[in-house]
């Protein structure tokens, strides 16, 4: 098997264990944003513990790494936070594409902090893409909007957290940034969840576990897939997520997606495509050039 096929892979379990997340945040009924929050990142702290320690890595990464972790962490929670605001209150497949907008505002972030440089067709798939976040949106002047823009604000914090990671490239391993990011979480959200502290059903609380569990496959599934791919070259099948969420929507919650949110996906599955084949196209004219002729 390929290294582009194992990447693949993964990302797929990655989309699968996002989605399994998606509806047991959904299923765990009206439990405050902020508990769900510390128990979907207290899970996956205790999980990649286990790796950090297991590997005899630092638990808290290096010193010069502190910055960045730091912000990764910061971005990363204020995004699961909002994400799981709009899972709480739109139909489960509109908050997951809206939050799949992330892969959009990372190329403008590392643009702006990063100096990379943004291409034509890279501006075109933004643009398309925001107008297909209005189909799913279907802007109106009342509070109905304040979720969706939770959910675009979602993607555009986890935006800057992907932006940080790719700052900080291979320094750190993967489970310590997850470790760092989860523990960070859960230690400044403990003293709210403990003062605003709703009790919960046992079935409540073995949801939120799953959440946990399911968010750490899909954190893993989809770092790992990084190292064994670039993410110009699968970051596509992460869209999968959006197919699994929506079949668990329909057949656990009986959501189905109206006309116009339908219309949202494909515009931005399709800008997000688009981007997909032209970054593969640059690829193979690069490598044609480089090539040297019998």
Do not use: C
């Amino acid at each position: 098997m390929t290294n582009q096929n194992k990447g693949i892979l993964l990302l797929l379990a990655s989309a699968f264990g996002f989605s399994l997340m998606t509806l047991f945040v959904k299923l765990s009924g009206d439990v405050p944003t902020l508990q769900k929050t510390i128990f979907r990142n207290g899970v996956s702290m205790f999980i990649s513990l286990f790796f950090v320690l297991h590997f005899k890595e630092r638990l808290i990464g290096k010193r010069e790494n502190q910055p960045l972790l730091l912000l990764r962490s910061v971005l990363g929670a204020i995004g699961i936070i909002l994400l799981f605001y709009a899972i709480d209150h739109l139909v489960l497949a509109d908050a997951d594409m809206l939050n799949k907008m992330s892969p959009f505002f990372t190329i403008v972030f590392a643009a702006i902090f990063l100096q990379e440089r943004v291409k034509p067709f890279q501006v075109y798939s933004i643009l398309v893409a925001f107008l297909g976040t209005l189909f799913i949106i279907k802007p109106s002047f009342s509070l109905d909007i304040v979720p969706y823009a939770a959910g675009i604000l979602s993607a555009i914090f986890a935006g800057g957290a992907y932006t940080v990671l790719r700052a900080l490239g291979n320094r750190e391993q993967f489970y310590t940034v997850v470790f760092y990011f989860s523990g960070f979480t859960t230690i400044i959200l403990l003293p709210f969840v403990i003062y605003h502290y709703e009790p919960m059903t046992w079935q409540q609380t073995a949801y939120l576990l799953l959440a946990g569990l399911a968010a750490t496959i899909g954190q893993f599934g989809i770092t790992l897939a990084y190292k064994f791919a670039p993410a110009k070259e699968i970051s596509v099948f992460n869209y999968f997520t959006v197919v699994f969420t929506a079949l668990f929507g329909f057949a656990f919650l009986g959501q189905l997606p109206d006309v116009y949110s339908i219309i949202g996906y494909i515009i931005i599955f399709g800008a997000s495509f688009y981007m997909f084949l032209r970054g593969k196209e640059g690829d193979a004219a690069r490598e044609k050039l480089v090539t040297p002729k019998d």
